[in-house]
């Protein structure tokens, strides 16, 4: 029986990728560049490689921050300051929020029903200030963001300083929900955790993590819970 639930954020519950796309292309017009597909089509590469890299412990947040812009203007001959581009970066993308299709039913479905724990690797400032504009924080009895307990997921460390956080804590009745599976999948299965895959494009795990459960849509999770 589960009866807690640790919750990604980004692309679980609220769509990093939709507003990822008009924060870097205002960051870069703001610092005079024009967001041709090519940059930014270079630009998602490279940012994902960074996030594997972080997630495997080789680069810490603060690199990835600025690396990845370092690279793409390396990569292009662009001369403008790479950390001066972070900021602003940073700046509109914590600006609004976008749902996932069917998060804000599920955070009303469960709430009051399961112990809600959210679980993100993000960046805490930028992930504080949309929390806030997505008014989420009051479905929550605590939110874990890598940045500021240490560690990240998929480590075990990050997770056990999570599980520190959580009274009466159980591993057999705790689930971790994400869109990731080098982070959240293998992170919760490293923890020794129920981990259920949001898999919304149906993707292939080409990565071999294999988690205990799948759901395609956010609608499904409250009765795959019932059934645990």
């Given at each position: 029986m589960i009866d807690t639930l640790l919750i990604d954020l980004d692309n679980t519950i609220l769509d990093f990728n939709k507003a990822e796309g008009p924060a870097l292309a205002g960051a870069l017009r703001a610092m005079g560049i024009e967001p041709t597909e090519e940059l930014l089509g270079r630009y998602s590469v490279i940012n994902l490689a960074h996030w594997k890299r972080l997630e495997k412990g080789q680069i810490t947040m603060a690199e990835v921050k600025v690396s990845r812009f370092r690279q793409l203007f390396d990569e292009f001959g662009i001369t403008v300051p790479p950390a001066e581009t972070a900021k602003v970066y940073e700046g509109l993308l914590a600006i609004g929020h976008y749902f996932v299709e069917g998060a804000e039913d599920m955070?009303?479905?469960?709430?009051?029903?399961?112990?809600?724990?959210?679980?993100?690797?993000?960046?805490?400032?930028?992930?504080?200030?949309?929390?806030?504009?997505?008014?989420?924080?009051?479905?929550?009895?605590?939110m874990f963001i890598s940045e500021e307990i240490g560690g990240r997921k998929p480590e075990p460390e990050y997770f056990e300083k999570c599980f520190e956080r959580i009274p009466n804590f159980h591993k057999t009745r705790t689930a971790m929900l994400g869109d990731s599976l080098s982070a959240d999948m293998q992170g919760g299965k490293n923890a020794g955790i129920t981990t259920i895959w949001f898999n919304r494009d149906d993707m292939p795990d080409e990565e071999g993590v294999c988690p205990d459960y799948e759901i395609r849509s956010l609608s499904e999770l409250p009765v795959l819970l019932k059934r645990i």
């Open positions: 955070l009303e479905e469960l709430y009051g029903k399961y112990r809600l724990y959210l679980a993100s690797n993000g960046i805490a400032k930028v992930q504080h200030s949309r929390i806030d504009s997505a008014g989420i924080e009051k479905y929550f009895d605590g």
